[in-house]
């Protein structure tokens, strides 16, 4: 009973740790920048190796997807950490929450797939460029989402910096009115 006392104590100061350490450095707003980066860079990379018949497109694709891979995993570790509790009941942060979720398990896939390509020396098929395209698509609307939340509506910007964004404090935003 004591070390499972013991073990929950850790488990909840080790997340309480990493919880501050994601929000005090913004963490995950620095590694979205990575996936929403290199997941379209990938797609266009392929395109294009297609259309123009360059290998070496086709090869940036692969290694741009395969760090996107990597790098989006701690992206959505990251979210769920950073997930603040005036995000509860946020219709936008629950999709981005579990649309950035589900992007981990998509580019999973698509690497997978992609590098079944690249070990066989082929061009990816018209099906393979769809799917990608709409993961891009999938990464676009997650990022809307996610800076709609952080920035709000940037239309007015003395109105975004005057009000917190969709029921954000400022105190969250540690900006001042």
Known sequence: M???????FLAASVYEALHQFVSAYKIHPILV?????????SVGSD??????DKQTLRDTDWWTLCFAAVIT????????????KDDIGVTGMTIHKWLG???????????LWRWWCFKNNCR?????????????????YQGHLGGDQSFGTMSDTSAARSSPPLGRTNSHNNESP
């Open 73 to 84: 995993p701690f992206t959505a570790i990251a979210g769920w950490l950073f997930w603040m």
């Open 47 to 52: 395109i294009l190796g297609r259309v123009l």
């Open 101 to 111: 979720t589900a992007l981990v398990v998509l580019l999973v896939g698509l690497v």
């Open 33 to 41: 920048n990575f996936t929403a980066a290199l997941v379209p860079v």
């Open 124 to 140: 990816p098929t018209v099906v393979y460029l769809l799917v990608a395209l709409a993961v891009v698509g999938a990464v676009v």
């Open 2 to 8: 004591f070390l499972f006392a013991l073990h929950s």
